[in-house]
């Protein structure tokens, strides 16, 4: 049973639960019958923040992804649910790109990974491009160096490799990274985590770890060296960012983070199953 947290602190890698317990969970969603909400991800805009997630159709046994709003981003009002397919959809990491808003979630059972763009953001969202075919968990894109780069995990049930694309535009032609599978055979630290964080002139990638279990906890790589024919990461010496408690709503587990910086301190919203 996942649920969503919101998280403080004067670091994006040492945070601290704003309140004692979830601010969404299932009992929040009012459209549909819901199993579980989980994998949130958040942007600010025009003074309000935005926070979009998955949610369990328990009905379905689908995913959909859904929408809540807050003006301060520690207490969220539910919305709706923005974007319903046929098959499921989770992960819905949402980006903005000159002055334009666009969502990249898992869609495995799709055979694809899509590009969706908000025609008015943020109820109403449409499949601009099919990026890539292929199984992938979690895609994550972010922009370095005048290029587009993208994590994504093709074993989705093993948790345990970790490809790199990249490409000179969104919609372009995407090609593997030459270093591609940048991790194999390991369940701790391939699966992705969240957004990229560039802090500090660096950045950090977090990413599962799903040993003893899928969502245990989830760890911090910064990346040392990304360019078309190089990559190359270190773990950073602050253990698991997030962690199982072993108490009340993420005591099983902990396994998506998405940070930003808010009037000087950092914010993270976050998940946890019990």
Not at 11 to 39: M, R, Y
Request: net charge negative; with cysteine; aromatic share 14%.
């Amino acid at each position: 049973m996942w649920s969503i947290s919101i998280y403080r602190g004067d670091s994006p890698f040492s945070l601290a639960p704003v309140n004692a317990g979830p601010v969404l969970t299932k009992d929040s969603v009012t459209d549909v019958p819901a199993a579980f909400v989980a994998d949130p991800f958040m942007l600010r805009h025009d003074n309000s923040f935005f926070m979009f997630f998955e949610v369990m159709n328990a009905e379905r046994r689908c995913g959909e992804i859904a929408l809540a709003t807050s003006d301060d981003a520690l207490s969220w009002t539910y919305k709706q649910i923005v974007l319903s397919e046929p098959f499921h959809l989770s992960y819905p990491y949402v980006f903005e790109w000159q002055d334009d808003f666009y969502m990249v979630p898992e869609t495995i059972y799709a055979g694809t990974i899509s590009l969706y763009k908000a025609d008015e953001f943020p109820t109403r969202w449409s499949c601009a491009a099919k990026l890539m075919p292929g199984q992938f968990a979690d895609p994550t894109l972010f922009r370095h160096a005048d290029r587009w780069w993208m994590f994504a995990c093709p074993t989705p049930y093993q948790h345990d490799t970790l490809h790199l694309f990249f490409a000179s535009e969104l919609t372009d032609p995407w090609s593997e990274h030459p270093r591609s599978p940048i991790i194999r055979n390991d369940q701790r630290r391939a699966r992705p985590a969240g957004r990229i964080l560039e802090f500090d002139n660096k950045l950090f990638r977090f990413a599962q770890d799903c040993i003893p279990q899928y969502g245990s906890s989830v760890r911090t790589f910064e990346i040392l060296e990304l360019t078309p024919t190089t990559y190359t990461e270190v773990e950073i010496g602050h253990g698991p960012v997030l962690k199982a408690t072993g108490n009340g709503w993420n005591a099983a587990g902990m396994h998506h983070i998405d940070t930003q910086q808010v009037n000087g301190r950092w914010l993270a919203c976050v998940d946890g199953t019990q």
